[in-house]
């Protein structure tokens, strides 16, 4: 599993929180978003941004699912 967060301390501090439930899935901390999509073959977004996080020009074999974006004003994916 791949994270990526708005900073890298916050990305760690979530993957520590993740491995402390000992969930059995391995963790890394991305060192971009460009790096974790490179390596993906899904992204989940779970946040409440009101900007899209996403590029617009996604791999076409990528599955991207939104989640986060509950009001209309957020915008998750382009």
Same mark, same amino acid.
């Given at each position: +599993?791949?994270?990526?967060?708005?900073?890298?301390?916050?990305?760690?501090?979530?993957?520590?929180?993740?491995?402390?439930?000992?969930?059995?899935?391995?963790?890394?901390?991305?060192?971009?978003?460009?790096?974790?999509?490179?390596?993906?073959?899904?992204?989940?977004?779970?946040?409440?941004?009101?900007?899209?996080?996403?590029?617009?020009? +996604?791999?076409?074999?990528?599955?991207?699912?939104?989640?986060?974006?509950?009001?209309?004003?957020?915008?998750?994916?382009?």
């Amino acid at each position: +599993l791949w994270l990526v967060g708005r900073s890298a301390v916050q990305a760690a501090d979530f993957a520590a929180a993740l491995a402390a439930e000992r969930l059995g899935v391995g963790l890394v901390v991305a060192p971009t978003l460009a790096a974790a999509l490179d390596a993906a073959d899904a992204v989940v977004t779970l946040t409440t941004s009101r900007v899209p996080l996403l590029p617009v020009a +996604l791999r076409a074999d990528l599955l991207a699912i939104g989640v986060g974006a509950f009001r209309p004003q957020m915008a998750e994916l382009p």
